[in-house]
């Protein structure tokens, strides 16, 4: 969950300046989108490098569509995919989340033999929540245990990076600085072999709140992925990643990060809730399988276009008390030309499994 981001006042004439952009932009998207069509436009061509994430599952979950999205991408792999593979527990231990756990998705020489065939490069995800992040980098010895383990995992596996998603409530100015320092030596461990390592961040549109520093990942050697999206948990019923919103997390970013160090994430899934008056009872990361399937979803080109926010390009609907926001190829094709038309270069997207790409593939 996301904390509020609060934005200072603009002069009137870069709020004129920022808008003449936007209103370009989506003019731009709009004019190469087949709004309400059955078949998926692309609004731009895509970036240099797309990038996808991949987590594991239980069994009957959306996820579980991977291995047949995998095949499909084999005969032209994208370039970077990231299972979640690694995971810290509240007691700050690396563990591995095995197939035998999480049968789908989880590792399995099987399964990294299948995302290796349908990327170029793969990048194994560590998550951590709040009390495994504090518990990892509070000790040195457990800072020492935590980068062999990862260093072993990716060599032994014969990976190309580490992608970290480490997503405490808030970072203080030390947990932060142990962090960073974490960063440096991962980086070092891995960069003699020629492998890389992303870092995952929460979307700024000025100064963050606590003390994470898009600045300090990059001066560490890493790369840094903003997620930009979950704006729901900013303001009841937001849209996902809506475009002005977008554009300035983009803006703020590559104020902080030259464009060679960083990454944009979009959303690919959608959310459901049952109270637009504050941010409460949200469900996110809903598969869009999963959403249409939902009271409500549009069943017709015409119905979806009639749903089709103008501010985001996601489908918005209320059914039987419950509000519904979800991402297609459509809207995911205009928040790829915002991203594009700012000089950004790298996306990854959240995630594959039963969710929708920029040209539909590979869903």
């Known amino acids: 969950m996301r904390g509020v981001v609060h934005r ?29 069509s059955s078949a998926p436009a692309l609004a731009a061509p895509l970036p240099q490098t797309v990038e996808g994430w991949i987590y594991p599952s239980s069994l009957g979950q959306p996820a579980c569509n ?42 399995s020489p099987a399964n990294v033999t299948a995302v290796r065939a349908a990327a170029q490069r ?9 009390r495994g992040t504090k518990a990892l980098l509070n000790k040195l010895a457990r800072r020492a245990t935590a980068l062999t383990a990862i260093t072993n995992f990716v060599v032994s596996n014969r990976l190309n990076g580490v992608d970290l998603d480490f997503e405490p409530s808030r970072w203080s100015t030390t947990v932060w600085g142990e962090f960073t320092s974490f960063v440096s030596s991962l980086v070092r461990n891995l960069q003699t072999t020629g492998r890389g390592v992303e870092v995952d961040l929460e979307p700024f549109t000025t100064t963050p709140w606590d003390a994470q520093r898009y600045g300090a990942v990059a001066a560490a050697g890493a790369q840094v992925v903003v997620m930009a999206y979950d704006h729901e948990f900013d303001s009841p019923c937001a ?28 959303p690919s899934y959608g959310y459901t809730t049952t109270n637009c008056k504050k941010v409460a009872h949200v469900t996110s990361n809903v598969a869009y399988v999963t959403m249409r399937n939902m009271p409500g979803f549009p069943s017709t080109p015409t119905a979806v276009q009639n749903l089709r926010d103008s501010s985001s390009g996601e489908i918005r609907w209320n059914s039987g008390g419950v509000f519904h926001d979800v991402v ?8 790829l030309a915002v991203v594009e038309a ?14 929708p790409w920029f040209d539909g593939n590979p869903s």
Request: proline share 6%; net charge neutral; charged share 10%.
């Open 8 to 36: 200072p006042a603009e002069p009137n004439a870069v709020r004129a300046a920022r808008w003449a952009t936007m209103c370009l932009v989506l003019l731009t998207v709009f004019t190469g989108l087949q709004i309400g």
């Open 66 to 107: 991977v291995p047949t999205e995998l095949s499909s991408l084999s005969s032209a792999p994208i370039a970077i995919l990231k299972p979640e593979y690694l995971t810290v527990t509240n007691t700050g231990r690396v563990v591995t989340e095995t197939a035998s756990s999480l049968p789908c998705n989880g590792y």
């Open 122 to 130: 793969v990048f194994v995800t560590v998550s951590a929540g709040t």
């Open 239 to 266: 849209p996902i990643s809506p475009y002005s919103w977008l554009q300035q997390v983009v803006s703020y970013a590559r104020s902080q990060v030259s464009a060679t160090h960083l990454t944009i994430g979009l």
């Open 328 to 335: 297609d190829s459509t809207a995911l094709n205009a928040k």
């Open 342 to 355: 700012m000089g950004v270069t790298d996306v990854s997207v959240w995630s594959l499994g039963g969710e």
